[in-house]
């Protein structure tokens, strides 16, 4: 997978309140790489991919959320580059299936439900959705591509930078995204994560797995407004605003939360007048492009 000639693209927000306290915000628009495998989805995916030629594999496995963004990433991808695929679904199968699903099954992937316990258990589930199938064939990816070929995929993410920044954001489920990120940044530059999740602490170690530099980054808790895929007035009122303001989309699952925990990082002093910001914004919008 070679990078695609638009995707090193940067947009300056000219948001009045940012203005208003002297911060350069500017966007790292990896949405605009695919509208299905854009973001980091592709960062994650590029490596697996060809570790997976490399070793002659036929089939990508991997598991998802009925709404995740990984799952129909992976199916796009596999479908692209010729691969079977097969998804692992956290839950019961519902009819009909919801709109991520449903593109999933019609780019080729094979859905798999299991049930939220066995899932929670990686490696049972895998076995029990996989169990009397030739498994010589399948290369596995992780949910949310959160191995090694994902992080040295999001290694890639400050190279093309080519100007001097202060901070650089994203938002978290795995952490994968920020600890490839936090492993290359230079000494005067600060990578800042938002957890999408509540109480999602785990990712301090998925993240120290792979970035040994705990001084290059700050994770952030507070802003997952009740947890995955939830959201309140408050945050679904930023994310229209923003859109409208910025023209530039985002949702209340991931780049909604990472933005607004921006915003309110600057309003409250933490990034201070002067300061360069690099917002990464890492896709999700699937659901929202595709008609």
Known sequence: MSIPQNANKFT?????????YGVKVFVMRDDLMHPVTGGNKFRKLKYNLKKAKAENKTTLVTFGGAWS?????????GKEYGFRTIGIIRGEKTDPLNLTLERASEG?????????????????????????????????????????????????????????????????????????????????????????MKN????????KQFSL????????????????A???PELEEFVERFTETNKIEIEPIYTGKMFFGIYD????????????????HTGGLQYLRIG
């Open 230 to 232: 939830k959201s309140t």
């Open 12 to 20: 300056r927000l000219t948001d009045p309140v940012l203005q208003k």
């Open 200 to 207: 999602n602490f785990s990712i301090e170690e998925q993240v």
């Open 108 to 196: 080729g992937m094979e859905l798999l439900f299991v049930d939220r316990t066995t899932y929670r258990d990686k490696e049972l589930a895998l076995k029990s959705a996989l169990k009397n199938r030739n498994t010589k064939d399948f290369y596995f990816i992780p949910e949310g591509g959160s191995n090694y070929e994902g992080f040295k995929g999001c290694c890639e993410i400050t190279k093309e930078i080519d100007f001097d920044f202060n901070y650089i954001c994203c938002p978290c489920g795995t952490g994968t995204t920020l600890a490839g990120i936090a492993s290359s940044l230079k000494e005067n530059q600060k990578a800042l994560g938002f957890s999408v």
């Open 265 to 280: 990082l600057i309003l409250k002093g933490f990034v201070k007048k002067g300061e360069i910001v690099v917002a990464v």
């Open 69 to 77: 963004n990984h799952i129909a990433a992976t199916a796009y991808a």
């Open 213 to 228: 530099l705990q001084s290059s980054y700050t994770l952030f808790y507070e802003y997952h407004f009740g947890g995955y």
